[in-house]
DNA sequence: ATGACCTGTTTAACAGGA
């Protein structure tokens, strides 16, 4: 079963890249993020004839998650619990029936944190702890659990082109990084290192000062896996070629392929 | 050249991204 995540920088603007990648790359889940939209505006029907099943939880102009399944749901889950008072929509997940039982998959949209010294950053490290609770919780469940998105965390120095640049910033800092650790922590796997794990391996690059053709990129997209997820990991890659694409996201899918 | 952006909202510039 192959289960790849996307951040796809706006579903209206990457509606024909994000039809292409799936015709090519034929995932059986795709997790998507920044889909900057409602609801009611997404192109579920599109998907829906590729033989997908669809789930969105939007919000207008900003953020906003999906699940594409061609297996039906049996839950979705809107939301990161937490904090009633949270109104970005940066979390879905959703139960699926697969032979011999279930997984769990989650879209992942993780706050971008910038600048440091607004209200942002302290909102992303507040996330990231409602993140960790929330994974300690369905770790205690002991089925396949898939974390799958945009975690903007650069989780070491091997993970962007040069360290140096990136020291002040909310992606990069100890405390993010830190953070993000202490997720892996309770016992997730991250696909990436289990898998390929090779040096400057990026998912992003930023659309300004050519960073696509310097390979100026960073590695901030992620899936995290637990146990009893782990225990199938059969690959994990980045589709690296999408970032060459006529009109394309500034980051790229990455999948594991699951022995479910 | 040492640098050069993109998306959504709205329909001129801004906010937000990373």
Redesign the pocket.
């Known amino acids: 079963m192959k289960i790849a995540t996307w951040?796809i920088?706006?579903?209206?603007?990457?509606i024909n890249n994000l039809e292409r990648w799936l015709k090519v790359a034929e995932p059986d889940i795709a997790c998507l993020?920044?889909i900057?939209?409602?609801e009611e505006?997404f192109p579920a029907e599109l998907f829906e004839a590729m033989g997908y099943n669809v789930a969105v939880f939007g919000q207008?102009?900003?953020?906003g998650v999906a699940i594409l399944s061609k297996k039906p749901f049996d839950e979705v889950i809107k939301g990161l619990p937490g904090d009633d008072t949270d109104e970005?929509a940066r979390y879905l997940e959703a139960v699926i029936s697969v032979d011999g039982g279930v997984i769990r998959v989650a879209s992942i949209?993780l706050?971008?944190g910038?600048?440091v010294e607004s209200e942002?950053y302290p909102y992303k490290l507040a996330w990231m702890e409602r993140l960790r609770a929330h994974a300690k919780s369905r770790l205690s469940l002991e089925e396949p659990l898939i974390l799958a998105g945009?975690y903007?965390v650069i989780p070491t120095e091997q993970d962007v082109y040069d360290a140096s640049k990136w020291v002040d910033?909310?992606?990069f800092l100890p405390q993010s990084r830190a953070a993000y650790q202490a997720i892996l922590n309770l016992g997730l796997t991250s696909a990436f290192e289990a898998s390929i794990n090779h040096p400057y391996c990026y998912t992003?690059w930023?659309?300004?000062?050519?960073s696509w053709n310097k390979d100026h990129g960073?590695r901030?997209d992620h899936i995290l896996l637990s146990p009893q997820a782990a225990d199938k990991l059969e690959t994990c890659q980045i589709d690296r070629p999408t970032r060459g694409w006529e009109?394309?996201?500034?980051?790229v899918p990455i999948w594991i392929d699951l022995a479910v």
């Open positions: 951040n920088n706006g579903i209206k603007a990457r993020q920044e900057k939209s409602v505006n207008k102009s900003f953020n970005q949209y706050p971008n910038n600048p942002k945009d903007n910033d909310a992606l992003f930023d659309y300004q000062r050519g960073i901030i009109k394309p996201s500034d980051h």
